[in-house]
């Protein structure tokens, strides 16, 4: 069984992460994308600052988002899945953004090689994303992956900010 979508028709499931060294939180401009969310009150909504000087945007939810990725063939990304969480939700964002702060803070490792960025996790020592420069001459590192609907057997969230399963664990 392959990772389903959720809506086809009106949705798609590919999506290129941005891979931002500046971003304090993961965040993703779409609640479709989300395997598990939950909408904040207004009362618990954070403002998040921006590059762009005086501008602050809106964390209104936040959830979990799974994710297929093929670190040997980043351009492919039939692959693992790996479960992200938390991640933020920002109506009217216009890209979906990994922090690497974040993952350096839960845990994970990085290397950079002339092919790309690879994230690891430091206690298992497995890659679990590679990011790769595909606007040259932009010197912006991006993850190509399907993101996938939640399924009844899909492992809760750890600590650490994701979890990484092979597929035959997922689909038992």
Same mark, same amino acid.
């Given at each position: 069984?392959?990772?389903?979508?959720? =809506?086809? =028709?009106?949705?798609?499931?590919?999506? &290129?992460?941005?891979? &931002?060294?500046?971003?304090?939180?993961?965040?993703?401009?779409?609640?479709?994308?989300?395997?598990?969310?939950e909408e904040? =009150?207004?009362?618990?909504?954070?403002?998040?600052?921006?590059?762009?000087?005086?501008?602050?945007?809106k964390?209104?939810?936040?959830?979990?988002?799974?994710?297929?990725?093929?670190v040997? =063939?980043?351009?492919?990304?039939?692959?693992?899945?790996?479960?992200?969480?938390?991640?933020?939700?920002?109506k009217?964002?216009?890209?979906?953004?990994?922090?690497?702060?974040?993952?350096?803070?839960?845990?994970?490792?990085?290397?950079?090689? &002339?092919?790309?960025?690879?994230?690891?996790?430091?206690?298992?020592?497995?890659?679990?994303?590679?990011?790769?420069?595909?606007?040259?001459?932009?010197?912006?590192?991006?993850?190509?992956?399907?993101?996938?609907?939640?399924?009844?057997?899909?492992?809760?969230?750890?600590?650490?900010?994701?979890?990484?399963?092979?597929?035959?664990?997922?689909?038992?």
């Amino acid at each position: 069984m392959k990772c389903e979508c959720r =809506n086809q =028709n009106e949705w798609t499931p590919q999506a &290129d992460w941005l891979l &931002d060294s500046g971003a304090s939180l993961h965040f993703i401009p779409y609640l479709e994308d989300f395997a598990s969310f939950e909408e904040l =009150n207004e009362s618990q909504h954070e403002l998040v600052h921006t590059a762009k000087k005086d501008m602050s945007l809106k964390i209104t939810g936040k959830g979990s988002v799974i994710l297929e990725h093929n670190v040997d =063939n980043p351009m492919q990304p039939n692959g693992k899945f790996i479960r992200i969480s938390p991640v933020d939700y920002i109506k009217g964002l216009s890209i979906w953004l990994l922090s690497l702060g974040t993952f350096l803070h839960d845990g994970c490792y990085v290397k950079g090689l &002339d092919q790309g960025i690879l994230l690891a996790e430091i206690h298992k020592g497995a890659i679990f994303l590679h990011c790769v420069n595909t606007k040259l001459p932009d010197k912006l590192y991006y993850a190509h992956t399907i993101i996938c609907s939640q399924e009844a057997s899909t492992p809760s969230a750890t600590a650490l900010s994701l979890q990484i399963d092979d597929y035959q664990n997922w689909h038992r």
